[in-house]
């Protein structure tokens, strides 16, 4: 009978365990230098090699050849512990033997001497499941155990472990294994074992395994069965209930059209073909992180990332604010879809609150920019700046004259990232053709010229009239309206400390309690 791939490739040697270098490193160096410990403890989520590294563990103590980080693999202890029968070597699965009773029989028979091996080992799996008296049990041998004994105990909730139990142990975390560590063992097992995939299969059937590569290296068995030999990525999907990458384009080109029709379309189909909406909702999440890290570092894309066009392309449909809104819907829709009627509706209803919380994009503008930092000093302008042009008096639609430019950002109603560009802009000079707004060196970022645009249509939309909008970056006074508003919050904030410290009812709790003032819990009156 053909042995299942996750017991097949189960690693024999430390350099063969995938993604804990870290803890296989601190192992290697303990063996080498004989600085053991009595009581080893291996915390992690399932699949991630820790009943295998507490495997590894024993055979490194009872080689033939010696203690070392480097088992042979062939002598008697070595070959018998890989077969799961070497009679020093006794596994617990605390979840079946959680009384004390089996607790006490286990500690009896350890203080018995080794039969074959150079020390006993005890692996204590799921050890979260012990009562608390077997726990109880438990201690007085963690803490002075016989030489000839090493306790190695695996959990995926350490914090179910008394305390006095975690003292006693040399504590060791696995992480979960990223994707693409998964998705290459995953491609070293079929290419040992003669079967053709496709790349694009491992990759999905790597972000399933959720960290787990024992999880990977059973989906790739059940991969095989369904794609009759072969792994292919139609044929993975269809076995995962993935979503197609076509889909996922779909849904946030249609949710930026605003095309409720075409979004319910998208949905009717995905049901017939009876994909995942749960998995749905986490690929959509995924492509649009994939999306913000293409906007914000296109060059950490790599050329292997999965729908790699099509997260170009909606990088440059939507705007960044847009995709950090359509993350957060989509991880709360995930969420929330057992509570729905059923998935099918939680789903639909995600996609239509990503359509009803779309920004309102505003008219694209022909704004001119500069980012090269201006060679003269501009106009200071903090809050405004000396204008030319006609009109005289408070500064309103059409008027030049006085312009406040802090009130004047009030009133464009701008939303998302080009409120915060004309927040953080200075005004340098205005006529009745153009305006020019200078950026910090701190604060370049938001020149983009998506917000500069939507700045310089509401702009032309305030004073009725085809100005030019024209933004630089560097000089200025620094007082722009998103600065002078910190300003004023941080005099608002000193004001209202020094309020509460002269008043006679806390001057006497401080006096005579020593009481203590803390001034983050002080909040100004609006």
């Known amino acids: 009978m053909t042995q299942v791939l996750a017991r097949k490739w189960r690693p024999r040697r430390f350099e063969e365990l995938v993604g804990q270098e870290h803890v296989v490193r601190a192992l290697a160096n303990a063996l080498e230098q004989q600085r053991l410990h009595h009581a080893y403890l291996f915390t992690g989520t399932r699949g991630v090699g820790k009943t295998t590294l507490a495997r590894l563990l024993a055979k490194a103590l009872n080689c033939e050849r010696g203690v070392t980080a480097s088992p042979c693999g062939e002598c008697t202890a070595c070959r018998e512990i890989d077969a799961g029968r070497f009679v020093d070597l006794i596994e617990l699965d605390a979840a079946s033997n959680t009384q004390v009773d089996n607790m006490r029989e286990l500690l009896e028979n350890a203080l018995y001497a080794p039969v074959s091996g150079r020390c006993k080992v005890y692996i ?82 790597a972000r399933a395994a959720q960290g787990s590569l024992r999880d990977g290296l059973s989906l790739l068995d059940q991969a095989i069965a369904h794609g009759g030999g072969k792994v292919e990525e139609a044929s993975v999907r269809a076995m995962l209930g993935a979503v197609e990458g076509e889909y996922l384009y779909a849904i946030l080109k249609a949710v930026k059209e605003g095309d409720g029709a075409r979004l319910k379309c998208i949905a009717d189909d995905m049901e017939a073909c009876s994909v995942s909406f749960e998995g749905a909702l986490q690929d959509l999440a995924s492509m649009l992180t994939q999306v913000a890290l293409a906007q914000a570092a296109p060059e950490a894309l790599g050329d292997d990332t999965p729908q790699r066009e099509q997260v170009l392309a909606l990088a440059r449909l939507l705007d960044p604010e847009e995709v950090q809104l359509y993350y957060q819907i989509a991880v709360h829709g995930r969420s929330e879809l057992d509570l729905a009627p059923d998935e099918y509706a939680g789903f639909t209803m995600t996609l239509l609150r990503m359509l009803a919380f ?14 090269t930092a201006a060679s003269g000093a501009p106009a200071p302008a903090g809050t405004g700046a000396a204008a030319t042009g006609p009109g005289a008096g408070a500064a309103g639609p059409g008027s030049f004259s006085g312009v406040d430019w802090a009130k004047l950002t009030a009133q464009l109603q701008l939303t998302g990232m080009a409120r915060q560009l004309a927040e953080h802009c200075e005004l340098a000079s205005i006529n009745d053709e153009e ?83 803390v001034d983050s819990s002080i909040k100004p009156l609006q």
């Open 435 to 517: 305006i020019s707004l200078c950026v910090p060196e701190a604060h370049r970022y938001l020149l983009d010229k998506r917000y500069e645009d939507r700045v310089a249509a509401a702009l032309r939309q305030h004073f009725g009239r085809p100005l030019r909008v024209k933004f630089s970056c560097g000089g200025g006074t620094g007082l722009t309206p998103a600065e002078m508003a910190n300003r004023e919050r941080r005099e608002r904030q000193l004001k209202a400390i020094e309020a509460i410290e002269k008043d006679p009812f806390v001057r006497e709790l401080i006096e005579n309690f020593d009481a203590r003032l």
């Open 124 to 205: 204590i799996d799921e050890v979260h499941m012990l009562s608390r008296n077997a726990f109880n049990a438990m201690l007085k041998t963690l803490e002075e155990p016989p030489e000839h004994v090493k306790f190695v105990l695996a959990t995926t909730d350490p914090q179910k472990i008394p305390v006095t139990v975690l003292s006693r142990c040399l504590q060791f975390n696995l992480k979960r294994i990223p994707p693409p560590l998964v998705a290459e063992r995953l491609r070293q097992v079929l290419e040992a074992e003669g079967v053709a995939f496709e790349p694009a299969a491992l990759q999905l059937l």
């Open 358 to 371: 779309a920004p309102q994009g505003a008219e694209p503008g022909v704004a001119t920019r500069s980012c």
